[in-house]
């Protein structure tokens, strides 16, 4: 059963903008803990944007100020519009879950949920 489900991805120029929309449903659904990840090729995954139940929003500094994560708990989804998007960004982007809200949000090994993933490439 799938219960994460990434959308959004694409090809866009320098400077463009994409959202990213992740729908959750099953076991992966009204966790504490939901984040973005992206892996590069070659490259470690790394946290993009994360929120919590209650706490700040996490921003990993290469993003803050040009992409917005939110999340709507009524329709179980977690988005990440991004904005000004240079061509350092594209990689794979993944959103994660956890139920645990003491975790280190930008730490993938924590994870108990994850997408399969939407490509996202800019040129």
């Known amino acids: 059963d799938v219960q994460l489900v990434e959308s959004g991805g694409g090809s866009v120029e320098a400077e463009g903008s994409l959202t990213l929309t992740c729908v959750a449903s099953?076991?992966?659904?009204?966790?504490?803990?939901v984040t973005w990840f992206r892996q590069a090729p070659g490259k470690e995954r790394e946290g993009v944007a994360g929120?919590?139940?209650?706490?700040?929003?996490y921003y990993a500094d290469s993003v803050r100020g040009r992409f917005t994560i939110s999340k709507n708990n009524a329709k179980h989804t977690l988005s990440l519009q991004m904005n000004s998007l240079k061509t350092e960004v594209s990689a794979m982007y993944y959103c994660?879950?956890?139920?645990?809200?003491?975790?280190?949000?930008?730490?993938?090994?924590?994870?108990?949920?994850w997408g399969q993933g939407t490509q996202v490439t800019v040129s």
């Open positions: 929120i919590r139940t209650v706490g700040p929003i």
């Open positions: 099953g076991a992966a659904s009204n966790k504490n803990v």
């Open positions: 994660a879950a956890v139920r645990d809200a003491r975790v280190c949000v930008a730490r993938d090994s924590v994870y108990d949920y």
